[in-house]
């Protein structure tokens, strides 16, 4: 069996859904990528980046343009945040991200992007049915991980609402689309997201900055 063939095999059975290997595989790094994110360590770039290849190799297989879609911005996304983090690294105080909360400027830029977006990708996959099988839903969580890893790479406190939006919708889909441990995944990131979206406020209100400034090691 070649590695592509093993990648998408079956890992195991629980409840009635088959879980391949590379949705477990994928998942699995992604979350610790979260976890990074919580963190404020620069690793959360790289594990992104390889979460985002071993992916587009799930999403291909449940037929998801969508979300192979979303998976090649993540590893782009991924290489552009690693580098602004790494810019900022030597200025932030602890040697960790400095966060902050996005400016209304910021926040209404995100938000019409974000709307913008859904709109044009949900529209493509509704006029070309063979890119997704559930257009709306898919293009909201592609562009909600865009929006949401641009605002990480910014170290904006909105980071987290962003994951917490997409985590909403992305669960049932997931399920729906035959990819068990990506749905029991999502439930697990919004513990994580949560957690990490305390951690960050607090963070903003007791060393506020008005850019981003670092990462850790």
């Known amino acids: 069996m070649n590695p592509l063939g093993w990648l998408n095999g079956p890992a195991f059975t629980a409840f009635g859904q088959q879980v391949i290997w590379s949705d477990m595989i994928g998942n699995s790094i992604g979350l610790a990528a979260l976890a990074f994110g919580w963190r404020r360590s620069i690793w959360t770039w790289p594990a992104q980046f390889l979460s985002g290849l071993i992916l587009v190799s799930a999403y291909a297989y449940a037929h998801l343009s969508g979300g192979v879609g979303k998976q090649l911005l993540v590893i782009g996304v991924a290489l552009w945040g690693w580098r602004q983090w790494q810019r ?6 602890d040697g960790s991200i400095a966060v902050r909360f996005a ?11 974000t709307a913008v977006g859904t709109v044009a990708v949900g529209s493509l996959f509704a006029l070309v049915p063979q890119l997704s099988w559930n257009p709306w ?7 909600g991980t865009l929006a949401a890893m641009v605002a990480q790479a910014r170290g904006l406190v ?9 985590d909403i919708v ?7 689309s035959g990819l068990a ?22 963070r903003s209100r007791t060393n506020p900055q008005p850019v981003l400034e ?4």
């Open 88 to 93: 900022g690294r030597q200025q932030a105080q």
């Open 103 to 113: 400016t209304w400027r910021e926040r209404g830029l995100l938000l019409a992007g």
């Open 137 to 143: 839903p898919d293009a909201y969580i592609f562009v």
């Open 158 to 166: 909105e980071f987290w609402f962003a994951w917490l939006l997409v």
């Open 170 to 176: 992305g669960v049932p889909l997931a399920f729906s």
């Open 181 to 202: 441990f990506s749905g029991l995944v999502y439930v697990v990131y919004l513990g994580l997201v949560l957690w990490g979206m305390r951690d960050w406020w607090l």
């Open 214 to 217: 670092g990462a850790a090691a």
